[in-house]
């Protein structure tokens, strides 16, 4: 379907003002991850999804089990049904009687996960220690998180029981760092601004002034299925559109996304949210936080999970973001929560794991996101245009994993790299530090940690799966050994679904000083890995056959989000450039955007950005090249002195 788009022009967004709320400024592969590194074996090989679940009809119970799942969804369209019809303030009347909305607590050392205030404008910055290179491009370094309102996350107790929002929850903020050159070649101007995403739903709950949404992830299963109900009845949406997790860009226009909705338009130069990406009408479900550029055609591969069928559906999208130029439902038989999607010259790479979201598992007064250890996992060769029939599966050995770092094809093999874990950080509670890694004083001489007692299952290592087309065989490798956990990876975007040679993370690190060994943290990063993946370690005392990693490990009490690899002006190979973070010092509590050469990985930062108030932890970010859209300073500035 094509789509006719004006010439983007930011006051042509039609914006709903509203009356900002003053927000409160107090103050996240099965249990043997880390076995031998390499494992051959002939997986269960099919062309169709699995079948695996046709034998429960044998088993008496779990036909029962299954019955009520299936009427659970029933039952909530009958009750729909029957109230479809009463009065708005009736059923806001039964809320606020029978639910009590809560703040959920943060522990001094998550001092920096509480959110923060819009700034109200873009503000000049003039504390730089260090200074920007002359060859950095003009640009805007951009990131997402949950920013929640009305001063924290929240939960709700009532008759029913209790349900909470999860850590990853939270309505999106954007903070953007603004890269302008000024008179000669080497003076800079940088600015910096923050503003929420003006999704529908958080525009109902500025409008009313208080939390409106009841939590329906995680909690008493009675309570989630009631809050599933009511808030569908009263705002037509199961949860709210969070939109929190990743900014991507695609045909010279930028979005903020969460998997959960679709991606909204973000006009670049003041953060104003424009309207609803649905490609012309054509996706009316959830969207990919990680959709993927083709390489060679520019395409933008996609995908929606939901909760109900049709579980996972993938997308092709133009070149120049006019028109869904394929839509496929792959029939899978589970909702799985699969965040992320790779992509090669030819293929599309599907991850199935068994983290998966269960309506029906509720009746059992079980969890709606649950990671099913003894359930199977596997990875999909689908052709780039292909149905469901033409997915070639692989099943492995169950893990899970958030991230791919990229997939690229190799002879008869089609490579895939990601992040593994043997268990989920999501929903999930806080976790114990032992449950992530060791004290920082526990080092060898060589100065890398030492992994003592560590609990695996959380612990998130690189992995190389090759998936042979023609053996139809697959055959794996943990690529990184135990010191360092990495999570939110990267690459030079360029290198995307091609063979590369580098990748780079963020490495799991939650120690402060106000936290004490027994206490339970949120997930934090202090530091970055860069991934040498053509270079193998020379040591004799390991069995594995490891990459070379070299460490950026950020000063004490400082943590990073929203790491971005940022290639060089007229850069000449892969590895030139920048990695460019959010990074806040929990002791002084002040906040930077550091910017590393990766050409000198572990020496100290080229520059350092002091920002005008402190940005919480988030999620991913990117960088905006200037080219795409002009000028992108455009609002008036304030000016922060030194």
């Keep these: 379907m094509e789509v006719n788009r004006p010439p983007h022009d930011c ?43 046709s034998s429960l009809t044998s088993n008496p119970k779990k036909s029962l089990i299954q019955e009520l799942r299936r009427q659970l969804s029933s039952t909530i369209d009958d009750a729909s049904q029957v109230l479809k019809n009463a009065p708005q303030k009736l059923l806001d009347a039964i809320v606020d009687s029978t639910f009590k909305f809560t703040h959920q607590a943060l522990l001094p050392s998550e001092s920096n996960f509480a959110p923060v205030d819009e700034i109200g404008g ?106 599933y109900i009511l808030n569908y009845l009263r705002f037509g949406k199961v949860n709210k559109n969070i939109t929190n997790t990743n900014v991507f860009e695609h045909a010279g226009r930028v979005y903020a996304v969460a998997e959960s909705h679709q991606p909204q338009e973000i006009c670049i130069q003041n953060l104003e949210t424009g309207n609803t990406w649905d490609i012309g009408g054509e996706w009316d479900r959830p969207f990919t936080a990680h959709p993927k550029v083709a390489p060679g055609s520019g395409e933008l591969v996609i995908f929606g999970s939901d909760a109900k069928k049709p579980f996972l559906v993938v997308g092709v999208v133009s070149d120049d973001g006019t028109k869904l130029k394929h839509k496929v439902d792959l029939k899978l038989n589970r909702s799985t929560l699969c965040h992320d999607i790779g992509v090669t010259l030819k293929y599309n790479i599907i991850i199935d794991i068994p983290l998966t979201i269960d309506i029906g598992r509720l009746t059992t007064g079980g969890q709606l996101i649950e990671f099913e250890k003894e359930g199977y996992a596997r990875i999909g060769i689908m052709p780039r245009y292909g149905d469901a029939e033409s997915v070639m599966w692989f099943d492995v050995e169950p893990f ?59 612990f998130s290592r690189l992995f190389e799966w090759r998936l042979n087309l023609k053996t139809k065989t697959v055959s794996g490798e943990y690529l990184t050994g135990t010191e360092c956990s990495l999570e939110f990876p990267m690459i030079n975007n360029h290198y995307t679904g091609v063979r590369h040679s580098y990748g780079y993370a963020q490495i799991v690190d939650s120690l402060t000083r106000s936290a004490s060994s027994s206490e339970k943290v949120l997930p934090k990063y202090g530091g970055f890995a860069k991934l040498c993946l053509e270079e193998r370690e020379n040591t004799e005392t390991s069995a594995e056959d490891l ?96």
């Design 547 to 642: 990459i070379k990693m070299e460490i950026h490990r950020l000063s004490e009490d400082e943590f990073c989000s929203g790491a971005s690899f940022v290639p060089r002006v007229g850069g000449s190979h892969e590895d030139d450039g920048w990695i460019i973070s959010f990074v806040h010092n929990e002791r002084t509590n002040t906040s930077q955007v550091h910017i590393i050469d990766t050409q000198k990985f572990e020496g100290a930062p080229v520059a350092k950005i002091t920002l005008p108030q402190r940005v919480p932890y988030g999620f991913h970010g990117t960088f905006v090249h200037n080219n795409i859209h002009g000028h992108v300073n455009t609002r008036s500035e304030k000016k922060l002195d030194n």
């Design 122 to 227: 873009s503000i000049e910055i003039l504390q730089i220690e260090g200074e920007i290179p002359k060859d950095f491009p003009e640009g805007v370094y951009i990131r997402n998180g949950s920013n929640p309102l009305f001063g924290a996350l929240h939960s709700t107790v009532s008759v029913f029981g209790e349900s909470s929002e999860i850590w990853v929850e939270g309505e999106g903020m954007l903070h953007a760092l603004y890269f302008t050159k000024t008179g000669s070649a080497s003076s800079w101007s940088v600015s910096y601004d923050n503003r929420y995403v003006q999704s529908e739903t958080l525009k109902i709950e500025q409008d009313r002034q208080k939390p409106c949404f009841l939590p329906a992830i995680e909690g008493d299963s009675a309570a989630i299925i009631v809050a």
């Design 11 to 53: 006051r042509r967004i039609r914006l709903c003002h509203y009356q900002k709320s003053r927000m409160l400024k107090a103050t996240t592969s099965p249990p043997n991850a880390l076995r031998p590194s390499r494992a051959y074996y002939r997986p269960a090989f099919s062309l169709s999804a699995t079948t695996s679940s």
């Design 400 to 458: 899970c994993m958030f991230h791919l770092i990229n997939c690229f094809e190799e002879g008869d093999e089609v490579v895939v790299q990601g992040l593994r874990s043997a268990d989920s950080v999501i929903p999930g509670p806080r976790l114990n530090k032992q449950e992530i890694l060791p004290e920082r004083s526990e080092l060898k001489k060589d100065g890398k940690a030492m992994k003592q007692g560590i609990n695996e299952k959380l």
